[in-house]
């Protein structure tokens, strides 16, 4: 059994960060710890046994979305197998900013654990020895780790402390290659070709299909409007608020992103599915199930244009598509993008919600 712990100073019997010089020292009071399944033929399986103890004195809250505890809707593991990097294929999602009802209450030296079906999620279908760690942000994760970076640094980015376990080696029997693999190799090469833009809807209402139909043609206009900037080769504080300081390698990177979002959402054929009644979450996808978008309930809350637009929850859901820049959701909402482009810029290029606040553009930068 392998885990980790990294502290939190504790003030007050509340967790902070402590700021000496440029670097954050960590006391977070937190454990977790992955081990393969044990149960009876869970062996080859590609199951692990998930636990997070709150080893502290006081009681902490833990972001739901962040843990597998009520399912995995995020790529929140680094999976590798023979050195290379094992692809997530699970719910990418769009979210509202978490509420009291997204964490967890974990009281002090309380546990929780939960198995997890990593093949589910990751393309594991390779027989072989995988290699899998938990890593995650501790200010994301633990409510009272992020409120004491906000208390600490003004809001101001701050460089991420980062709570990683071992890697734990994982033993899978392997399986037939997913359908949707050569499927999405196909598409790579489709993506930039003629194929008709279509739209089909499914228990969607007339007024939503028409409220997404015009949403696509919106989301087309901003990527387009995104693609023309950067190939005028404009490094303007709209491209550095989003994405960081210039490099040339980031900046070819974006321009392909936003050339294929472009292409995609207007020549691409879509699906879009109603079904989702989730009040919290915008929109999800599968990253190798292009171009279906599943709409939840905060979607239809969402203005038309600006900022979590309509139009922009669709350039932020198409980005995830592996065939188109396979993006993943490392931060939430306009501060935490913003706070990724000055702290970790490379993610800020992989990150879903920088893309459709580049494209937004709201407020407007140059």
Known sequence: MYSFRKWLAGVTCVAAIVVSGSAYAARADIEVTLQEASAKGAAGSGKV????????????????????????????????????????????????????????????????????????YYEMYRAGQYVIKYKRSAGTLVREAGNAVAAK?????????????????????????PSSKQASSDLLGAINGAAAASTTFASCSNSQKTALTTARTDATSIA?????????????????WWFGAVTSGRY??????????????????????????????????YPDQPYTVYLCGAYWTAPANGTDSKAGTLVHETSHFTVVAGTGDHVYGQTGAHNLAVSDPANAVDNADNHEYFAENTPARQ
Do not use: M
Not at 256 to 263: G, I, K, P, V
């Open 49 to 120: 046994l998930y636990t997070i103890t709150n080893t502290s004195a006081a009681t902490l809250h833990v972001l739901n979305w962040e843990t597998p505890l009520n399912g995995v809707s995020g790529d929140l593991f680094s999976v590798d197998l023979g050195g290379q990097p094992v692809r997530y294929v699970g719910r990418l999602v769009k979210r509202k900013p978490a509420t009291d009802k997204d964490y967890i209450t974990l009281k002090p030296n309380e546990s929780r654990a939960v198995e997890v079906d990593l093949s589910a």
């Open 252 to 285: 070819t990177t974006v321009t392909n992103h936003y050339a294929n979002l472009s292409s995609a959402l207007g020549t691409q054929a879509y699906k879009f599915d109603c079904s989702c009644t989730e009040s919290g979450t915008y929109a999800y996808v």
């Open 224 to 240: 387009t409007n995104s693609k023309n900037y950067l190939n005028a080769n404009n490094t303007g504080s709209r491209y550095t």
């Open 153 to 177: 640094t003004g809001g101001v980015a701050a460089p991420a402390v980062t709570l990683e376990t071992n890697a734990i080696p994982l033993s899978v029997d392997g399986g037939p290659a």
